[in-house]
């Protein structure tokens, strides 16, 4: 079974400043997609970026960027220029070609500082 | 963007009675919806997962006869907690996916608070 993990379970920032959330996964999967969410204190989940695996080129969203390496198996989110709206629990996520499901992973709590 | 609105965002019942949870699409068609439920600081942990006309497929550990999952419409599925008691009580949000263009994205909506007495 596929999992997804985040390592960093709190992290914090200084406003206008960048920060990288890691994400690792296992799959023996080639072809799946992956996901980053943001869960802000609203608790609604808010896509942020995706990025198909057989695409080599790093997905961008405004600030929002990744790092995809797929041999190691490795999708880091980087912000940029961090704002306080950005201030939230982030989610990795993966789903296989075939899957309908999501898997998440534990979720990285991102405080920005002023 | 895809819209999904769930409903009531917060609900309190007293134990041994059913609350129903819904779950639309307010701009596109589902073909599948999931529910999900969240503890407090964790992540989001998969209840079921519905297609329109079908059963629901339940995780393993979920008990299908105490939440009970309908996806009547391609824009609306329901879940209801039979019988709720207060280990029941937790967020639960549902989220959907397009029927065509998905881009394998789900939509999620904005939760429910249950709180059984």
């Known amino acids: 079974a596929q999992t997804v993990t985040q390592s960093q379970p709190e992290m914090s920032v200084q406003e206008a400043e960048t920060v990288t959330l890691s994400c690792t996964y296992d799959t023996s999967e080639s072809d799946y997609y992956l996901f980053w969410y943001k869960q802000p204190p609203s608790r609604q989940m808010i896509l942020v970026i995706r990025q198909e695996a057989y695409k080599q080129q790093n997905a961008t969203e405004n600030r929002f960027s990744v790092n995809f390496q797929k041999a190691a198996k490795s999708f880091s989110l980087k912000i940029s220029d961090s704002q306080l709206g950005d201030a939230a629990m982030y989610f990795c996520a993966y789903k296989g070609q075939g899957a309908q499901k999501l898997v998440f992973g534990q979720g990285t709590r991102l405080t920005i500082n002023p | 963007g895809a819209v999904v609105s769930q409903h009531p965002s917060w609900v309190i019942c007293k134990s041994g009675t059913s609350v129903k949870i819904e779950c639309r699409s307010l701009?596109?068609?589902?073909?599948?919806m999931f529910w999900y439920r969240q503890f407090p600081k964790q992540s989001l942990m998969l209840m079921a997962t519905s297609n329109e006309g079908s059963k629901a497929t339940y995780e393993q550990g979920v008990e299908k006869d105490k939440f009970l999952i309908n996806h009547a419409s391609l824009t609306l599925s329901t879940l209801t907690v039979t019988s709720a008691h207060p280990e029941d009580s937790s967020f639960y949000i549902c989220?959907?996916?397009?029927?065509?263009?998905?881009?394998?994205?789900?939509?999620f909506g904005a939760g429910t608070r249950l709180s059984v007495l």
């Open positions: 701009d596109f068609q589902a073909t599948t």
């Open positions: 989220s959907a996916r397009r029927r065509r263009g998905a881009k394998n994205i789900q939509y």
